[in-house]
T-cell receptor, first 110, second 114 residues
Framework: QKEVEQNSGPLSVPEGAIASLNCTYSDRGSQSFFWYRQYSGKSPELIMSIYSNGDKEDGRFTAQLNKASQYVSLLIRDSQPSDSATYLCAVGTGRRALTFGSGTRLQVQP | NAGVTQTPKFQVLKTGQSMTLQCAQDMNHNSMYWYRQDPGMGLRLIYYSASEGTTDKGEVPNGYNVSRLNKREFSLRLESAAPSQTSVYFC????WGQGKETQYFGPGTRLLVL
């Protein structure tokens, strides 16, 4: 079992819709959770971090964490074509390194 | 601030050749990391340095060596390149402790081994 699992996609949504990206992790001791966005040919950039159960909102982005279910998600409201990218989920387990999922490719159709 | 810088941006090697990938950060971070990214595989940790003077193996360390030269610089060496090492290599840095461990990535080095 992979430590961090994501559906590879592509996830295709129409412009203006809500995109929902999901991630599960295997280590119950995980303490920190991150969503990175990566455009084709570019390096990953941080979108959101979340440490406690519940929701965290930042503009059009909402991260949701459920430690009991070992599940973290990212919602993108009012999706734009510029949101088309690969979204990487990363989990911190306390060993001073993050474990990344393989990413979900999002396509926002104009 | 330049953030995290990497050199070279692109390199072609022949099997058996050696090379060193350079990484530097100007954010005064304690921890630095080397990842490789292959299609469909996400980011896989090669080596990391939690603090100056320490290095630890990650998920895929075979065929690589690292040096934490000082707090700013962390290099990755391929002693005898193999076609399986064709990949995009990213360096990253961070601090540690809750709220601080966001990793910041360099622009990447694209390596082709023939």
């Amino acid at each position: 079992q992979k430590e961090v699992e994501q559906n590879s996609g592509p996830l295709s949504v129409p412009e203006g819709a809500i995109a929902s990206l999901n991630c599960t992790y295997s280590d119950r001791g995980s303490q920190s959770f991150f969503w990175y966005r990566q455009y084709s040919g570019k390096s990953p950039e941080l979108i959101m971090s979340i440490y406690s159960n519940g929701d965290k909102e930042d503009g059009r982005f909402t991260a949701q964490l459920n430690k009991a279910s070992q599940y973290v998600s990212l919602l993108i409201r009012d999706s734009q074509p510029s949101d088309s990218a690969t979204y990487l989920c990363a989990v911190g387990t306390g060993r001073r390194a993050l474990t990344f999922g393989s990413g979900t490719r999002l396509q926002v159709q104009p | 601030n330049a953030g995290v810088t990497q050199t070279p941006k692109f390199q072609v090697l022949k099997t058996g050749q050696s090379m060193t990938l350079q990484c530097a950060q100007d954010m005064n971070h304690n921890s630095m990391y080397w990842y490789r990214q292959d299609p469909g595989m996400g980011l896989r940790l090669i080596y990391y340095s939690a603090s100056e003077g320490t290095t630890d193996k990650g998920e895929v360390p075979n065929g690589y060596n690292v040096s934490r030269l000082n707090k700013r610089e962390f290099s990755l060496r391929l002693e005898s390149a193999a076609p399986s090492q064709t990949s995009v290599y990213f360096c990253a840095s961070s601090d540690w402790g809750q709220g601080k461990e966001t990793q910041y990535f360099g622009p990447g080095t694209r390596l082709l081994v023939l």
